[in-house]
């Protein structure tokens, strides 16, 4: 005849099943922040329909954002790092989306005034993500770099995981740009960021 499990036995049953909720949140957690977004062809030259300011002989940098994506908080750290090695080599903007039929000044939050402040970075707003359509970019926190001939050079993102800082290869090829990386090369990396359309988490 089978004993009835004590109380002892009921407090390890609870226990090995907490332990796995645990492991199998941290493994889903894991997943999600190293599976990168979509990422499209990018404008081989610069789109002559933007209405980003870009000065002829300068490079350019821009990345698309969302606004409320709690991933792209990395890529504006990794920015700043980047802007700081350029040392006033390199003009960025940081374009954000506007859906249709939000209030004024929605996509100036946090993020906006994160990039606003880094020297060298002008914040813009991209009404209803028409220059991101044009710009090739379905994923919050990609980053273009086109060189002073406007001639586009790198395409992904800057940073290692969603939400994660620290040297990555995205950072590094862009910081490359900027020195003596062959004319010829073109680079880019994973984004990792929230769907510019539909960001996690978010509700415009």
């Not at 049953?13 to 990018?42: F, N």
């Not at 039929?101 to 813009?124: C, K, M, Y």
Request: glycine share 14%; hydrophobic share 40%; aromatic share 6%.
């Amino acid at each position: 005849m089978r004993r009835p499990v004590g109380k002892r036995g009921w407090w390890v049953v609870s226990g090995v099943v907490w332990l796995g909720g645990i492991v199998a949140g941290s493994l889903a957690m894991a997943r999600y922040s190293l599976t990168p977004g979509e990422s499209l062809a990018a404008p081989a030259r610069w789109p002559g329909d933007s209405t980003v300011p870009r000065v002829e002989g300068r490079p350019t940098l821009v990345m698309l954002a969302h606004p409320l994506c709690p991933c792209t908080r990395a890529s504006m750290g990794e920015l700043s790092l980047v802007m700081a090695k350029a040392q006033g080599r390199l003009d960025a903007f940081v374009l954000f989306l506007k859906p249709e039929g939000t209030g004024q000044d929605w996509e100036q939050g946090e993020l906006w005034r994160s990039a606003a402040a880094i020297p060298g970075v002008t914040a813009l707003r991209d009404e209803g993500g028409a220059q991101a359509e044009r710009f090739g970019a379905v994923t919050s926190g990609q980053v273009l770099f086109y060189d002073a001939g406007g001639t586009l050079r790198f395409s992904g993102g800057i940073t290692t995981a969603r939400g994660h800082t620290g040297d990555n290869a995205g950072r590094a090829a862009v910081e490359a740009l900027l020195g003596d990386a062959p004319p010829e090369a073109l680079s880019g990396h994973a984004v990792y960021g929230c769907e510019l359309e539909d960001p996690r988490g978010s509700v415009p």
